[in-house]
């Protein structure tokens, strides 16, 4: 099992590739009240409420790399 410490840096290529994970997945569930300048403003000031989804993603991107 992969150990993922959650560390989200706001200045990461990491995080652009997150947001824009984000919003593909979260988004089209929620196309009408999905707002991309809400959801980034409420990630980068309160981080930890999207900690779930963060290392989901996290996680998605270690399976990709050990498939290569």
């Not at 590739?17 to 980068?44: C, P, Q």
């Not at 309160?46 to 991107?61: A, D, N, R, S």
């Amino acid at each position: 099992m992969i150990d993922i410490k959650y560390n989200m840096d706001v200045s990461s290529e990491i995080f652009v590739m997150f947001l824009r994970w984000y919003k593909e997945v979260y988004g089209n569930e929620h196309i009408e009240d999905f707002d991309t300048a809400s959801i980034i403003i409420d990630i980068v000031e309160k981080p930890f409420k999207f900690q779930t989804e963060y290392i989901e993603f996290i996680k998605l991107i270690h399976k990709q790399d050990e498939g290569k």
